[in-house]
T-cell receptor, first 110, second 112 residues
Framework: GQNIDQPTEMTATEGAIVQINCTYQ??????LFWYQQHAGEAPTFLSY????GLEEKGRFSSFLSRSKGYSYLLLKELQMKDSASYLC???????????FGTGTQLKVEL | SQTIHQWPATLVQPVGSPLSLECTVE??????LYWYRQAAGRGLQLLFY??????ISSEVPQNLSASRPQDRQFILSSKKLLLSDSGFYLC???????????FGPGTRLTVL
């Protein structure tokens, strides 16, 4: 399995940009996912990276560097509704199992 | 489009009682199905996954079991609940081994 590391908490201001980092073990790596989870709710899919580079989806972008075992989620033009936990998850090998990090709790303030 | 259902939404059970949580998927055939548990303040832990009817892989040894009696139905069970079984139980589905997993609404279980 994977060891997924991400910061526990972050705080940012409405309208700003925030970057949430995630590091993982590179051995057997085969894809990295980002999910958003609001308090008391199920995670919802945000992005998926399997190759190096940046994937952009509106205000959200995700970057992957496979050689460095590093990914980040970039949130632009922050809104209060972006306050949530952001989960990084890695897949290894040819299977269908994901290993999740403990999540980064983002608080957006006025 | 595909939808995933879980029930019940919340459950309070005494220690030693049995458990049955159900998950169904609509709008797709032969999905991969997964059961996760999220304890308070902790990450998602994969409990079981299934690639077809009757095919169950267990990830964590414990007093839980899973079954897949139909293509789009996944059931999580226990004969005797422990206090440590409390948590947020999430069912997820995916098209194939290389695809994204999508989560159901979850069941919040409290064992007293």
């Amino acid at each position: 399995g994977q060891n997924i590391d991400q910061p526990t908490e972050m705080t940012a201001t409405e309208g700003a940009i925030v970057q949430i980092n995630c590091t993982y073990q590179t051995s057997g790596f085969n894809g990295l996912f980002w999910y958003q989870q609001h308090a008391g709710e199920a995670p919802t899919f945000l992005s998926y990276n399997v190759l190096d580079g940046l994937e952009e989806k509106g205000r959200f972008s995700s970057f992957l560097s496979r050689s460095k075992g590093y990914s980040y989620l970039l949130l632009k033009e922050l809104q209060m509704k972006d306050s949530a936990s952001y989960l990084c998850a890695g897949r290894t090998g040819g299977g269908n199992k994901l290993t999740f990090g403990t999540g980064t709790q983002l608080k957006v303030e006025l | 489009s595909q939808t995933i259902h879980q029930w019940p939404a919340t459950l309070v059970q005494p220690v030693g009682s049995p458990l049955s949580l159900e998950c169904t998927v609509e709008g797709t055939s032969n999905p991969n199905l997964y059961w996760y548990r999220q304890a308070a303040g902790r990450g998602l832990q994969l409990l079981f996954y299934s690639v077809g009817i009757g095919q169950i892989s267990s990830e964590v040894p414990q007093n839980l079991s899973a079954s897949r009696p139909q293509d789009r139905q996944f059931i999580l069970s226990s004969k005797k609940l422990l206090l440590s079984d409390s948590g947020f139980y999430l069912c997820a589905w995916g098209f194939s081994s290389a695809d994204t997993q999508y989560f159901g609404p979850g069941t919040r279980l409290t064992v007293l």
